[in-house]
């Protein structure tokens, strides 16, 4: 199966350099706003698995593969939140992702190699903070990655509202393709994961891989697994996820402080 996440993931990185290749490096050094942390990503309770013991057979592992995976394509859109998170590999880098998805709004971070981004989006507004490998990679150097790192301290860089440059870089949290294969997808053997009842969906395409759809309750995504030893983890079905919240006006600095845009 085709990790549209990992993928993304890179893309990400692509994205970024061409939007943040004209950061400035050459501005007074604005002090750095009082140390502010991002909120702990956790969800305020327990939130429930895809199934419980006691919940009844869907019916999914009698159909067929492309018709189990139209109704966890279609569970995963309905889904009120969830959490995603996993590992893969590309070009030799390690590419690890971690997701909160609630609507159209979500949290989350990405790592490729040693460059760190957190991303966040809520009620419109977007938002990333990055670690100055990132800054180094994608801002044209060790030197503008040192300014800007003083610079922007701790806090959020607020994208421009209708700014497509930067759109790309929040397509991580767009669900709809997901699930996509590259290939044919054939249904394999039922197991459990995580103590969930699932089916298996086997890729024929490129990467391969298999997926697992929960057979009891709603249809979800349980994990999906490459033949690269990737992985994605659904988890917290229905959470809701403190830590995406509109940041304080304290925790953000408008992108244009430091791309003088």
Same mark, same amino acid.
């Given at each position: 199966?085709?990790?549209?996440?990992?993928?993304?993931?890179?893309?990400?990185?692509?994205?970024?350099?061409?939007?943040?290749?004209?950061?400035? @490096?050459?501005? =007074?050094?604005? !002090?750095?706003?009082?140390?502010?942390?991002?909120?702990?990503?956790?969800? +305020?309770?327990?939130?429930? @698995?895809? @199934? $419980?013991?006691?919940?009844?057979?869907? #019916?999914?592992?009698?159909?067929?593969?492309?018709?189990?995976?139209?109704?966890?394509?279609?569970?995963?859109?309905?889904?009120? &939140? %969830?959490?995603? &998170?996993?590992?893969?590999?590309?070009?030799?880098?390690?590419?690890?992702?971690?997701?909160?998805?609630?609507?159209?709004?979500?949290?989350?971070?990405?790592?490729?190699?040693?460059?760190?981004? +957190?991303?966040?989006?809520?009620?419109?507004?977007?938002? %990333?903070?990055?670690?100055?490998?990132?800054? $180094?990679?994608?801002?044209? #150097?060790?030197?503008? !990655?040192?300014?800007?790192?003083?610079?922007?301290?701790?806090?959020?860089?607020?994208? =421009?509202?209708?700014?497509?440059?930067?759109?790309?870089?929040?397509?991580? %949290?767009?669900? @709809?393709?997901?699930? $996509? =294969?590259?290939?044919?997808?054939?249904?394999?053997?039922?197991?459990?994961?995580?103590?969930?009842?699932?089916?298996?969906?086997?890729?024929?395409?490129? +990467?391969?891989?298999?997926?697992?759809?929960?057979?009891?309750?709603?249809?979800?995504?349980? $994990?999906?697994?490459?033949?690269?030893?990737?992985?994605?983890?659904?988890?917290?079905?229905?959470?809701?996820?403190?830590?995406?919240?509109?940041?304080?006006?304290?925790?953000?600095?408008?992108?244009?402080?430091?791309?003088?845009?």
């Amino acid at each position: 199966m085709t990790m549209k996440l990992a993928g993304r993931a890179v893309a990400v990185l692509a994205v970024a350099a061409v939007s943040l290749s004209g950061c400035k @490096s050459d501005d =007074p050094v604005a !002090a750095p706003a009082p140390g502010v942390t991002t909120p702990a990503a956790t969800s +305020e309770a327990p939130a429930p @698995s895809p @199934s $419980e013991s006691t919940a009844a057979d869907n #019916g999914v592992a009698k159909l067929s593969a492309d018709a189990i995976l139209k109704k966890a394509t279609t569970a995963l859109a309905a889904a009120k &939140s %969830f959490h995603v &998170s996993g590992n893969d590999v590309d070009g030799g880098q390690k590419i690890l992702i971690d997701l909160k998805i609630a609507g159209k709004d979500g949290t989350g971070q990405i790592t490729v190699g040693k460059a760190k981004l +957190e991303l966040l989006t809520v009620g419109g507004g977007r938002y %990333f903070k990055a670690n100055q490998a990132f800054w $180094e990679q994608n801002a044209g #150097g060790a030197q503008k !990655a040192k300014v800007i790192v003083t610079v922007v301290g701790d806090r959020w860089v607020k994208v =421009p509202a209708g700014d497509k440059n930067f759109a790309g870089m929040f397509d991580l %949290f767009k669900v @709809s393709d997901t699930l $996509e =294969p590259d290939g044919k997808v054939t249904k394999g053997a039922a197991k459990e994961v995580g103590g969930v009842p699932a089916i298996t969906l086997t890729g024929h395409g490129k +990467e391969g891989g298999s997926m697992y759809i929960a057979t009891t309750g709603q249809p979800l995504p349980l $994990e999906i697994d490459g033949n690269d030893k990737s992985t994605l983890k659904f988890s917290d079905y229905g959470a809701t996820f403190a830590d995406i919240k509109k940041p304080a006006a304290n925790q953000v600095l408008d992108f244009a402080a430091i791309s003088g845009k």
